[in-house]
C-alpha cells in the first residue's frame, strides 16, 4: 500500500534501526545471490530490506534481469558533484541516484534502480516503502570491477580515515558529533562484521571493509545532520568539508567493496 502525499513524512537512514547500510548495498548482494540461485529471487527484498514494510518495483526487474542472463547486480553511491562508479545513462537517472544517493545496476544486460524511502500510514503507526524507480543504463565492462584491489581500498580508507580525524581533533571540532560519538569506537576499530545483514559466503576482507566503509558512512553522515552549537562559524564549516571528505570516501570504499563481493558471488563461489 502506499501513503498518500498527506501521510508521507520524510525520512532519514538513521530512523531505520536495521539499515546502517544503504539499501542498495544489501540489494547488490542478495539479488546477485538470489541470480546465482543461492535464495529465491522473491526472497530478496525481505532479506535486503528487513524492516521494509512494502516493497516496490523491485522484483519485477530483477526477474527480467535473470530472464535475460544476467548474473550480478553492483552498488553505485553518488554524492553531489561525484558520481564516480554511476552507469552510463540519462540524465535523470544521474539526478534521481545523486538525489537518492545510491542505486543498483546491472553490467551484463544494462539497467539501473533508484530507491525511495518514505513512510506511510497515521502517526503512530507508520511502515515503511521503499519504491524502487527504473532507468535504461549502458552496460559496464566488469572488468573495471576486477580490477579492484580490496588490499588499498582498505589501507587508502584506513589512512583518510585516520588522517581527516586527526585535522579535526587538531581544529577542535567533535569528529562526528554528540550524537554519533557512542559509535564511533566502532568505525575506528571495525568490530561487529558480522552484523550487517548479507549473504554469507562473502570474501572476509570484501567483509571487513564493507563493514568499515559502511560504519564510517554512518556515522559521517550522522555527524553532518548533528548541530554543534558551541563552534564558531569558521570550525563548522572547516568540519563540515572534513566529514564531507570522509563520507566521499567511505562511499566509494564501500561500492568498490560491496562490488567485488558481488563478482565473487556470481563467479567464484
Do not use: K
Amino acid at each position: 500500500m502506499i501513503a498518500h502525499s498527506s501521510d508521507v513524512t520524510v525520512p532519514t537512514i538513521d530512523d531505520m534501526s536495521e539499515h546502517e547500510l544503504p539499501a542498495s548495498i544489501r540489494v547488490a548482494l542478495w539479488a546477485t545471490a538470489a541470480l546465482g540461485g543461492r535464495v529465491p529471487q522473491r526472497e530478496v527484498p525481505r532479506r535486503a530490506l528487513p524492516d521494509i514494510d512494502d516493497c516496490v518495483g523491485l522484483l519485477e526487474p530483477l526477474e527480467l534481469w535473470a530472464s535475460l542472463g544476467e548474473r550480478v547486480v553492483l552498488a553505485a553511491l553518488p554524492r553531489p558533484g561525484d558520481v564516480t562508479g554511476m552507469p552510463r545513462g540519462s540524465v535523470e537517472l544521474l539526478a534521481a541516484a545523486t538525489q537518492s544517493r545510491e542505486c543498483v545496476y546491472v553490467p551484463g544486460v544494462g539497467g539501473a534502480l533508484v530507491p525511495t524511502l518514505s513512510t506511510f500510514g497515521p502517526v503512530g503507526d507508520q511502515g515503511w516503502l521503499a519504491q524502487w524507480a527504473s532507468f535504461a543504463a549502458e552496460p559496464v565492462p566488469t572488468h573495471r570491477v576486477e580490477a579492484l584491489d580490496l588490499g588499498r581500498i582498505e589501507l587508502s580508507l584506513r589512512t583518510e580515515l585516520a588522517e581527516l580525524t586527526d585535522q579535526l581533533i587538531s581544529a577542535g571540532a567533535p569528529p562526528f558529533g554528540s550524537a554519533a560519538e557512542r559509535g564511533a569506537s566502532r568505525a575506528r576499530s571495525h568490530l561487529g562484521a558480522a552484523r550487517w545483514g548479507v549473504p554469507e559466503g562473502l570474501p572476509p576482507r570484501a567483509l571487513r571493509v564493507i563493514n568499515l566503509a559502511g560504519s564510517v558512512l554512518a556515522l559521517t553522515d550522522a555527524g553532518l545532520d548533528a548541530v554543534t552549537a558551541s563552534l564558531d562559524a569558521s570550525t563548522t564549516a572547516s568540519r563540515t568539508q572534513l566529514l564531507h571528505r570522509i563520507a566521499a570516501h567511505a562511499s566509494s570504499a564501500l561500492a568498490d567493496a560491496t562490488n567485488a563481493a558481488a563478482l565473487h558471488l556470481a563467479f567464484r563461489s
